[in-house]
């Protein structure tokens, strides 16, 4: 097996002697492409060198950890304060188990905007560095598993044993397959064969991943039929409503409240992020202010359970828009654009904004929706600072950058969305999210590369030995975890935290080692092929 070798590659790095020149970061920042793979809304290093001219890389460092400082606060934000209660509320409304609801519903909307933009990164007329697409994606599997079972672990769940093989089981044979078709090498601009073998693959993926999701929902939906308490529905009172009410819905009108009281309480981000820290409180409550009007938030300790119309029916004007730096294609943002803007109208047509909807888990799917789009968007700004100051601080290798220091943010939602679960005592919903996550990454990688066009003539071999060494990594985490929850009579304990994080620690020296030419890498007893 051959493997990329980015040591040849033109990095975005200068020799220590030149960063306090201005003048030579700037020329890299623009002369390098490499400097600017993963700008989403601003390429820092051209703003900061080129048009403030700021002389020492100190100074860079600084204003990059108070723009993470940002960032994570706004992620904090929107994670807790309105992802969680939307996440909460449809798992409460889906007619499933709430493991099940959360597998099935976590993913596919925390990942949403994530899968449907388009990776420049792969576009090989720009820059050929579709090794690095893969290297975030294993970097990610290997996290989410960590930090999602670190997480769990810190609490304590003991997990059905069913529920545990039968996930683990998916995950581990989707993984497998994985990597068997990723080590070939795929001539695309040759070979017509191989173009049909990837397409083979991938829907050997995607039928699999789809029998998967299937057979969960089947069976967690039998278990809630049959676990259900059906009660009596009570008899509402048709007489005593308003004109129009039985047109409009089952609920009737609040008339004890105002629509000015409902919007106060929504934005009243004081308020509702009562458990934060004062000063925290104080320092968010202008940008929860901005968010509150066109995020829903449907929870149960809100007026109307958080029923907020006029909030509906602008996060659908606004959420094409934050759609646009994701790299839609004009045709798919134009879809996007036209079915948004017309729920908007239905919504402010057919609602009353004093009388909750029937069917309110809809708007709690918004809010997620609309969440989840912002939260990528900020995890990607994290990744992009994050590159750019690595690189030119320590000249890493950017598959190692890829491996080991993206997914900060994605996987600071992670654990808020599962310590939050947990304080409100959803045990199998916190399990549900950390499957949920590793299996949609595992299933749909392959898929993404392909359609991303990440396979081009320009690149046949996606992995670097660094990416091989953590996919080693990764069946090492999966297979013990399963053996010391097993052995714990299914319990997550504190022993299997203490060993994950021996085990990070010795990953993350193998691979500081590795780049400083210690020791060789787990993958470099084969020859190397230089493929980026």
Not at 65 to 73: D, F, P, V
Not at 143 to 152: D, E, F, S, W
Request: glycine share 4%; hydrophobic share 50%.
């Amino acid at each position: 097996m051959a493997f990329v070798d980015f040591s040849a590659l033109n990095r975005c790095s200068l020799p220590k002697e030149s960063f306090r020149n201005a003048n030579e970061t700037c020329g890299l920042a623009r002369s390098t492409p490499s400097c600017g793979s993963f700008v989403y809304l601003m390429n820092y290093l051209d703003v900061f060198f080129c048009v403030f001219q700021l002389p020492t890389i100190s100074t860079y460092g600084l204003i990059s950890a108070i723009l993470l400082m940002a960032n994570l606060s706004l992620l904090f934000m929107l994670t807790k304060y309105f992802f969680v209660p939307n996440l909460v509320a449809l798992i409460k409304f889906a007619p499933m188990t709430m493991f099940g609801s959360s597998f099935l519903l976590f993913g596919p909307i925390f990942f949403a905007s994530y899968y449907n933009s388009f990776w420049e990164i792969c576009d090989p007329r720009k820059l050929n560095l579709s090794p690095l697409q893969f290297a975030k994606m294993m970097g990610d599997i290997m996290r989410y598993i960590l930090i999602g079972v670190m997480v769990i672990c810190l609490q304590g769940y003991r997990v059905d044993g069913v529920t545990l093989w039968s996930s683990m089981s998916f995950i581990l044979t989707g993984m497998i397959y994985l990597y068997i078709v990723v080590k070939k090498s795929y001539n695309v601009h040759l070979i017509v064969a191989d173009l049909y073998l990837i397409k083979f693959r991938v829907t050997v993926f995607l039928y699999t991943f789809i029998m998967v999701l299937l057979v969960i929902f089947v069976v967690s939906h039998a278990t809630f039929q049959r676990s259900e308490v059906k009660s009596k529905q009570t008899q509402e009172n048709y007489e005593e409503m308003d004109s129009g009410d039985e047109i409009l819905g089952k609920y009737q009108k609040q008339r004890a409240f105002s629509r000015r009281e409902i919007w106060l309480g929504a934005v009243n981000g004081y308020w509702n992020m009562a458990d934060s820290n004062v000063i925290y409180r104080v320092t968010m409550m202008p940008a929860y202010f901005v968010l509150s009007n066109f995020i829903p938030v449907i929870s149960k300790d809100r007026i109307l359970i958080g029923w907020n119309k006029y909030a509906s029916c602008l996060g659908l004007v606004i959420l094409p828009i934050i759609c646009m730096p994701h790299g839609f294609k004009a045709v798919s943002w134009l879809i996007v654009l036209l079915t948004c803007w017309t729920l908007s109208i239905l919504t402010f047509i057919s609602t009353h904004s004093l009388r909750r909807p029937d069917n309110i888990w809809i708007f709690a799917l918004l809010g997620m929706i609309i969440s989840s789009v912002s939260i990528n968007l900020l995890s990607r700004e994290i990744e992009n600072i994050a590159y750019q100051y690595i690189s030119l601080q320590f000249d890493v290798l950017p598959d190692m950058t890829a491996l080991m220091y993206f997914g900060v943010g994605e996987m600071f939602s992670e654990s808020i969305v599962v310590r939050c679960l947990q304080k409100r005592k959803m045990w199998d919903a916190t399990f549900g999210v950390v499957m949920s996550l590793v299996t949609y990454a595992i299933f749909l990688a392959f898929p993404l590369l392909f359609y991303q066009g990440c396979y081009n003539p320009k690149c046949s071999i996606i992995v670097t030995s660094a990416t091989e060494t953590t996919i080693h990594f990764i069946f090492l985490i999966l297979t013990t975890s399963l053996l010391h929850i097993s052995l714990s009579g299914y319990e997550f304990r504190m022993s299997l935290l203490i060993y994950l994080l021996v085990l990070t620690v010795f990953y993350v020296t193998i691979q500081w080692m590795t780049h400083y030419s210690w020791i060789l890498s787990l993958a470099t007893l084969h020859k190397s092929k230089n493929n980026g």
